[in-house]
Nanobody
Framework: QVQLVESGGGLVQAGGSLRLSCLLSGGSLSLYDMGWFRQAPGKEREFVAA????????YYADSVKGRFTISRDNAKNTVSLQMNSLKPEDTAVYYC???????????????????WGQGTQVTVSS
């Protein structure tokens, strides 16, 4: 059974950086589209970034473009999210997600992902 475990969250001042990691067990990361989503209090879960399993193409929400970078290390079964120039509005619980798919359709949609981590809190103070 595929399981995802995030790590790396914490408290950081505005302008700072954090790196989130997500370890996939029970499968081979190389076969999965992987995404990062986040959910702030009182808001819906939203797309942050994703990476396609076959092409390696990366996709980002407009709100994080140029500041966040998603990457994968198939040998370590790990996907990471490097977050720079953090803002207070980036404060949320961040979730790692995975899916098996033959297309990029709905790659940014929460409903297309089957596997989810437990989430890690990121708090950015002003």
């Amino acid at each position: 059974q595929v399981q995802l475990v995030e790590s790396g969250g914490g408290l950081v001042q505005a302008g700072g950086s954090l790196r989130l990691s997500c370890l996939l067990s029970g499968g081979s990361l190389s076969l999965y589209d992987m995404g990062w989503f986040r959910q702030a209090p009182g808001k819906e879960r939203e797309f942050v970034a994703a990476i396609n399993w076959s092409s390696g193409n990366k996709y980002y929400a407009d709100s994080v473009k140029g500041r966040f970078t998603i990457s994968r290390d198939n040998a370590k079964n790990t996907v990471s999210l490097q977050m720079n120039s953090l803002k207070p509005e980036d404060t949320a619980v961040y979730y790692c997600a995975g899916r098996r798919s033959t297309t990029i359709v709905a790659l940014t949609k929460t409903t297309s992902y089957i596997y989810w981590g437990q989430g890690t809190q990121v708090t950015v103070s002003s």
